[in-house]
Nanobody, 128 residues
Framework: QVQLVESGGGRVQAGGSLRLSCAAS????????MAWFRQIAGKEREWVAA????????YYSNSAKGRFRISRDNVKNIVELQMTNLTPEDTAVYYC?????????????????????WGQGTQVTVSS
């Protein structure tokens, strides 16, 4: 069993930056793909970014690419999401997720059903 706890959310002005962290416990990150999702109020959860277990490959949604960066430290069991140039449209609850495996297919990483472990979320609010 893997437990995930997000932190680093808060309120920031448009154009600002935030770094979200996801701390894992319960078992090793070894072999797990990790991802960040977000849920805007009143809308469906959407995928933001993913990273393979070695950290060698990253994937981003169109809205995240060029602005967000996902990284991981398998020794510390931490996954981060560095967000820059934030806009009010980025306001959402951000969730960390883990999946026991990897894939050659990008679609694997963008599907919420891929991930069996989820954190409770951290709120990000971007003001104009």
């Amino acid at each position: 069993q893997v437990q995930l706890v997000e932190s680093g959310g808060g309120r920031v002005q448009a154009g600002g930056s935030l770094r979200l962290s996801c701390a894992a416990s319960g078992r090793s990150f070894g072999g797990f793909s990790m991802a960040w999702f977000r849920q805007i109020a009143g809308k469906e959860r959407e995928w933001v970014a993913a990273i393979t277990w070695t950290g060698g490959t990253t994937y981003y949604s169109n809205s995240a690419k060029g602005r967000f960066r996902i990284s991981r430290d398998n020794v510390k069991n931490i996954v981060e999401l560095q967000m820059t140039n934030l806009t009010p449209e980025d306001t959402a609850v951000y969730y960390c997720a883990a999946a026991p495996g990897t894939s050659f297919y990008k679609d694997f990483y963008s599907q919420s059903g891929t991930y069996g472990f989820w954190g409770q979320g951290t709120q990000v609010t971007v003001s104009s």
